[in-house]
């Protein structure tokens, strides 16, 4: 049972950085991983990806302020987000998807999703 728990959500200001973690646990082989946000009002959007062989993408609109990482285990996703904007407020999830390397920003792609992590900037 593949379980992700997010943390490090909370409200910041504009401007200042968060960063975000995943904790996968239930397997035992890397995972493709992902975060996806929530804006208010708004259907769920890929912010970054990184697949079992490293690669990483992120959308337009978060380039060259998030960074997607993995911790040696693999087990540890995080995100970390700098000169956060109002727009930036949103519920921040954590997906999984196991089997073949796969790089994608579609939540389709993913079967494995954490509760989320609200962020709000102000």
């Known amino acids: 049972h593949v379980q992700l728990v997010e943390s490090g959500g909370g409200s910041v200001q504009a401007g200042e950085s968060l960063r975000l973690s995943c904790v996968a646990s239930?397997?035992?082989?890397?995972?493709?991983m992902g975060w996806f946000r929530r804006l208010p009002g708004q259907e769920r959007e890929g912010v970054a990806a990184i697949a079992g062989d490293g690669r990483t993408d992120y959308a337009d609109t978060v380039k060259g302020r998030a960074t997607i990482s993995r911790d040696g285990a693999k087990n540890i996703i995080a995100l970390e987000m700098d000169s956060l904007k109002p727009e930036d407020t949103a519920m921040y999830y954590c997906?999984?998807?196991?089997?073949?390397?796969?790089?994608?920003?579609?939540?389709?792609?993913?079967?494995?999703w954490g509760q989320g992590t609200q962020v709000t900037v102000s």
């Open positions: 997906a999984a998807r196991a089997g073949a390397f796969v790089l994608s920003l579609n939540s389709n792609d993913y079967n494995h």
């Open positions: 239930g397997y035992t082989l890397p995972m493709n």
